[in-house]
């Protein structure tokens, strides 16, 4: 999280609602951040790992607006894709 600033300037690109995709992000940190910053915001992810998946599913802490969906239960009407690469970088893909 010390990278990247707490995803400071990745919340802060976050529409108040809406819904966004978060793909494979590293063990799920960001995600978990932005629902808690913006909780107008339905946020889902999808990992490709199952595991972290399962990880990410399960964790108690998770606030109301965050979802972890396999890829086969991915829905249409995103306004917004955050795709991670294996290094943790993300990239913004409006829809």
């Known amino acids: 999280m010390r ?3 707490s995803y400071r300037d990745l919340a ?3 529409p108040e609602s809406g819904r966004v995709l978060f793909v494979n992000p590293s063990l799920g940190e960001p995600a978990l951040v932005c629902a808690l910053v913006r909780k107008g915001l339905s946020i889902d992810v999808t ?3 199952p595991l972290l998946h399962d ?3 399960h ?3 998770n606030p109301d607006n965050l979802s972890y969906i396999r890829r086969d ?3 249409e009407g995103y306004c917004l894709k955050v795709i991670f690469d294996d290094k943790g970088d993300y990239t913004l893909a409006y829809e």
């Open 59 to 61: 964790c108690v802490g």
């Open 47 to 49: 990992m490709d790992d």
């Open 3 to 5: 990278r990247h600033g």
């Open 73 to 75: 239960e991915l829905a």
């Open 55 to 57: 990880l990410g599913s």
């Open 12 to 14: 802060g690109a976050l």
